[in-house]
């Protein structure tokens, strides 16, 4: 008994450096519906993004295959990075991570439902709520997969933030869009984009936040 209460105290004992189980299963979940919802709003509105999350918009778009299977599929390939750079349990959440968002982007918009929403409207709270998602997983050593684990890969390696990183790679998924949105459209997705990385750049940096 008295092992077990030792073990259950673990679960919920935090410390300044360093998070509990508990935290953790928190600031996953509560990052991943953030980025649901974000999703939901970029949708809503027939916008895209960058990053994996950019890649299986438009392959959403041009295919029609649910959004939330192409994302996970799209995000296997850069789980052996995450593996040898940050280690099996930076990996493990990630894959948690991006499989509960997956899910979410299915679900979510068979509970809510958005009749009309402004597509700038849309670029400019979807971005910031992805944002504020993505800062939940990152400190959590976690991440949405794609190419926010090569951004974070290189902000360790080489102290690029990782926010400006990603809006270089979300810039260039936004390039293809042409393919298959209006100018307008584009010109909100841009958007969204410089404000969900922004959200990153200025609120991520690793000497603010310091556990794990």
């Not at 935090?14 to 990052?31: C, K, T, Y």
């Not at 009309?116 to 998602?133: S, Y």
Request: hydrophobic letters at 55%; charged letters at 10%.
């Amino acid at each position: 008994m008295a092992d077990a209460r030792t073990s259950f105290a673990t679960l919920l004992t935090s410390a300044a450096d360093r998070h509990s189980p508990v935290d953790d299963a928190q600031g996953l979940a509560a990052g991943s519906m953030m980025a649901s919802l974000g999703v939901l709003l970029l949708s809503s509105a027939g916008l895209l993004t960058g990053g994996t999350t950019g890649v299986a918009f438009l392959l959403h778009y041009a295919t029609g295959y649910a959004f939330g299977l192409l994302f996970f599929l799209i995000n296997l390939p850069f789980y052996w990075l995450a593996f040898r750079r940050f280690g099996p349990g930076f990996t493990l959440k990630t894959f948690a991570a991006v499989a509960f968002t997956s899910f979410l982007t299915e679900a979510v918009p068979h509970a809510i439902g958005i009749s009309h929403i402004d597509p700038l409207v849309a670029a400019i709270f979807g971005g910031l709520v992805i944002g504020a998602g993505l800062l939940a997983l990152f400190r959590h050593r976690a991440s949405l997969g794609g190419f926010g684990i090569l951004a974070l890969y290189l902000q360790d390696r080489f102290g690029w933030r990782a926010g400006l990183v990603q809006l270089v790679f979300d810039g260039t998924v936004l390039i293809f869009s042409f393919f298959v949105a209006t100018p307008y459209i584009i010109f909100c997705s841009v958007v969204g984009a410089v404000v969900l990385n922004l959200t990153l750049a200025i609120n991520h940096r690793k000497d603010r936040y310091i556990a794990m």
